[in-house]
């Protein structure tokens, strides 16, 4: 078993910046891939980004790719997500997954999830 627990959202206007962090305990988390996906209303839940156990490897949804950064701190058992240049269009419930390929942007393919931060960018 796995817990996850995001951190850092809140309102922000355009241009702003916020932090995410997802706390993780249970089993070894060092082991796993993390993964950040996001679900605006009335939308689908999708992939922002994701990074390897060790750190080495990171992938990015287009529609981020340049403005956000995904990292993690295994000794403190925390992967963030860095969000700058933030747009009305990054507004949504932003979850942390764990997984076991970080190059998958399947949500079905990631199996222990949090319970979300909301995000507002306000224009």
């Known amino acids: 078993q796995v817990q996850l627990v995001e951190s850092g959202g809140g309102l922000v206007q355009a241009g702003g910046s916020l932090r995410l962090s997802c706390a993780a305990s249970g089993r070894t988390f060092s082991s796993y891939a993390m993964g950040w996906f996001r679900r605006a209303p009335g939308k689908e839940r999708e992939f922002v980004a994701a990074?390897?156990?060790?750190?080495?490897?990171?992938y990015y949804a287009d529609s981020v790719k340049g403005r956000f950064t995904i990292s993690r701190d295994n000794a403190k058992n925390t992967v963030y997500l860095q969000m700058n240049s933030l747009k009305p269009e990054d507004t949504a419930v932003y979850y942390c997954?764990?997984?076991?390929?970080?190059?998958?942007?399947?949500?079905?393919?990631?199996?222990?999830w949090g319970q979300g931060t909301q995000v507002t960018v306000s224009s």
């Open positions: 997954a764990t997984g076991s390929d970080p190059r998958s942007s399947w949500q079905y393919e990631y199996d222990y």
């Open positions: 990074i390897s156990w060790s750190g080495g490897s990171t």
